[in-house]
């Protein structure tokens, strides 16, 4: 399979490539100010939630699709690039209609063969970059599945994001890395970009930084990171978000060093 090198016309391959937002979009002001804040310290592509797969009903689902006109917005005043997580066709669509640059699959949907082929189904003879994080299950048979049920629908700006696994024993992580799934990957598909999302493996602010360099150390391509105006005050995963602020401390303490492929 050949991937496409150029995931983002007009961007370099500079380590880290960072996407960072907020879990979920809530409010336009929320929005707004979470993206003014981002593209001040330097960010180029703006994650934001609009439909929320939650694990139990009853939590926040997502605004939908009136928070499509947000990320609009986010494009037009801050030139950032935006993404957003499908999970059905009728999200595609509506992604689409307003202009979302890149789509990307969440953890609990790269479980699902239905669901993964339904967006490929949906995207044949679109050009978007669609990354695809790993099944919620360690099972790197899914995550290969579904790339490749986006590859064989077309879609060639393909990028894995490793946001760790569940797992029925607690420790000290949201979700474990199981870091040699993600190396098994990238056996498979040695020019496949890989990002890490230290927010959803942690689950806590305090475990980013950390969590960042080990993937800096692995030579991943890129960090999705959740970052919120007023983290405390989020809806969603409130413990993992940081403010802009504290994200730049962190993208600056990150030591990148030139490691052998
Ligand atoms: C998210 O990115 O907010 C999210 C729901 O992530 P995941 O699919 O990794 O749980
Ligand atoms: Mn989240």
């Known amino acids: 399979m050949e991937f496409s090198s150029i995931l983002f016309p007009g961007m370099d391959d500079k380590r880290p490539l960072v996407i960072a937002g907020p879990c979920s979009a809530e409010t336009e002001e929320q929005v707004m100010t979470t993206a003014r804040q981002l593209a001040a310290i330097g960010i180029k592509i703006f994650r934001a939630g609009i439909w929320k797969p939650r ?3 009853g939590g926040f689902e997502g605004v ?6 947000w990320l609009q917005r986010v494009k037009k005043e801050t030139g950032m690039y935006t993404t957003t997580e499908v999970a059905t066709e009728k999200h595609v669509y ?17 479980a699902n063969p239905f669901a993964v ?9 679109v050009d978007i970059p669609v990354l695809i994080k790993n099944p919620v299950n360690p099972d790197v048979e899914l995550w ?3 790339i490749e049920r986006l590859y064989n ?18 420790n000290v992580y949201r979700n474990t890395p199981q870091w040699h799934i993600p190396i098994e990957l990238k056996r498979r598909f040695p020019d496949l970009p890989i990002f890490c999302d230290p927010s959803h493996m942690g689950g806590k602010r305090s475990m980013i930084q950390s969590l960042s360099q080990q993937a800096m150390d692995l030579n991943y391509s890129g960090l999705i990171i959740e970052s919120h105006c007023s983290p405390d005050e989020a809806w969603s995963d409130k413990d993992q978000q940081v403010t802009p602020e504290e ?5 600056h303490s990150l030591v990148i060093r030139d490691t052998i492929q």
């Open 153 to 170: 629908a077309g879609i060639t700006r393909l990028a894995a994001i490793h946001r760790g696994f569940s797992s029925a024993d607690k």
């Open 94 to 110: 509506e992604a689409l209609k307003y202009g979302v640059d890149i789509l990307w699959i969440g953890a609990r949907t790269t």
């Open 55 to 57: 694990t139990k009903p």
């Open 144 to 146: 290969v599945g579904a």
């Open 247 to 251: 994200l730049d401390r962190i993208l």
């Open 117 to 125: 082929q339904e967006i490929a189904n949906t995207l044949i003879g």
């Open 64 to 69: 939908g699709s009136p928070g499509l006109k």
